[in-house]
């Protein structure tokens, strides 16, 4: 008799769970598109911060990737927030990339996925993994760091005297003269950093200034931003139609962008920008220049991890726009740490001063207590009573 067969004795596969594939083969950008409750497929690796919390608002079930989910060069605690919700991280071999097809159905076990009647080895991603990872990814960034300020400090002395020069002096209808400036950008943690920057923005209703995907943040956030600096391609039909003044940022030829991009019907106002440097710099320059009293930015990358993170060569060009801005310059984190610590301070001493009262009172009825009956006895004594 084979007892093997038998349901008792059978060994049964570990399931991790089953459901429809959403398959992302090129840029993160298309998460909107995501619907709920998928399995992601992937062909990309490290998921930033920033993605994997996108990832878990939109509930998906598990991710694969076809290839390393963290590929060590670079640092990133996105695959551990998504461990950490217990999202399954599962790794296959790239080869497999063309049997997932969209919307078809997956079933993943601890070793095997199924799909489409065939059969696929995996590799579960664990915590143990990522840590592995992420080491090696903060040792290679350790010795990235020397010849990265190498590279800033020279391309920094070849662009000097471009940035000595002023930006051509685009006829915006925003006025930016004495105005608060927020530059919203897509760096590490923008869209947290946007939320927590309501306050300000309500308080002070500066000018909303997105650059590339941060003009997609301010929209999803429920504000119209004022203008927006991007490359073109990074420029979405949505901020294209929303009223937006548009500065399509171009270097080292405007027309090049003309040949790539038609304009026409999408926006009244749009303007190109040659400048140097990346977009947000552009952005910054053109604050500073047209008068931007404060420049608050949210999402820009400012640190040389950042630059490093991202696999940039140098950050020669922020520098330089840094060191021209000076003292107006200031990172909403910045703001909020200034800003919140009187509010915590405030209200400890509150705290302090109501429960001060409470037991002053108390004290009080106790001693009015011990009065009335000490002047009881009294009376006794003496013959009142």
């Not at 991790?16 to 594939?21: A, D, E, H, R, S």
């Not at 599962?90 to 065939?118: C, K, N």
């Not at 303007?271 to 990346?278: E, Q």
């Amino acid at each position: 008799m084979n007892w093997s067969s038998l349901s008792l004795f059978a060994t049964k596969p570990n399931l991790i769970c089953k459901g429809k594939i959403a398959k992302i083969t090129g840029s993160f950008e298309t998460f909107e598109q995501l619907s709920s409750g998928r399995i992601l497929v992937l062909s990309q690796s490290d998921i930033e911060e920033e993605q994997a919390q996108e990832l878990l608002d939109r509930r998906v079930k598990a991710i694969v990737h076809c290839g390393q989910a963290m590929s060590g060069v670079f640092p990133t605690e996105g695959p551990l927030l998504l461990l950490q919700q217990h999202i399954p991280i599962i790794e296959v071999d790239a080869v497999h990339a063309e049997i997932f097809l969209q919307e078809a159905e997956m079933i993943i076990y601890h070793d095997m996925i199924h799909i489409a009647g065939q059969s696929v080895s995996c590799k579960l991603f664990t915590r143990e993994d990522w840590l592995i990872a992420q080491q090696a990814a903060n040792e290679q960034a350790s010795e990235r760091w020397e010849p990265f300020i190498e590279h800033t400090l020279a391309y920094a002395m070849q662009e000097k005297q471009a940035f000595r020069e002023s930006l051509p002096n685009l006829p915006l209808r925003t006025e930016f003269t004495g105005r608060h400036i927020l530059v919203v950008s897509d760096g590490k943690g923008y869209k947290k950093d946007l939320q927590a920057a309501s306050g300000f923005i309500t308080a002070f209703k500066p000018i909303l200034l997105g650059v590339g995907s941060g003009a997609d943040a301010l929209i999803s956030s429920g504000y119209q931003p004022d203008v927006v600096v991007s490359d073109a391609n990074q420029i979405s039909n949505h901020v294209w139609k929303s009223g937006a003044e548009i500065i399509v940022h171009t270097y080292p030829d405007p027309q090049e962008i003309l040949d790539h991009c038609s304009l026409d019907g999408l926006s009244k106002h749009h303007h190109v920008l040659p400048c140097i440097g990346n977009s947000e710099d552009a952005a910054l320059l053109l604050a500073y220049e047209k008068g931007g009293e404060w420049l608050i930015t949210v999402g820009v990358q400012s640190y040389m991890s950042d630059f490093v993170a991202k696999g940039l060569a140098n950050m020669g060009s922020a520098l330089l726009v840094r060191m021209k801005i000076g003292a107006r310059l200031v990172d909403i984190k910045s703001l909020q740490a200034l800003t919140l610590q009187p509010t915590g301070w405030r209200r400890e001493v509150l705290s302090t001063i109501g429960l001060s009262c409470v037991f002053i009172g108390l004290s009080l009825f106790q001693l009015h207590w011990i009065l009335k009956r000490a002047s009881h006895v009294v009376w006794k004594l003496v013959g009142v009573e």
